[in-house]
């Protein structure tokens, strides 16, 4: 497993938002046990749903992988 910036970049954003992981499953169109893996960086995130969470939080894929 890699520590990749996004795993906490994603829950920090999703705390921020009051939101629960079932929530952003859901949204996502997962299970809630898929996305808790997102967030701990067991399983990385596809691309389609880094593009879901940019368009959720209002935020561009740079913020969310990190890059500056």
Known sequence: ????QYV???????E???KSQKELAEYLGTSQTMYARYERG???LPI???IKL?????????YILGLK
């Open 1 to 4: 497993m890699q520590d990749f």
């Open 8 to 14: 906490k970049i994603i829950r920090d954003l999703r």
């Open 16 to 18: 921020d938002h009051d």
């Open 42 to 44: 067991a399983n990385e």
């Open 48 to 50: 389609r749903h880094l």
């Open 54 to 62: 940019c368009e959720y939080y209002n935020v561009s894929a740079d």
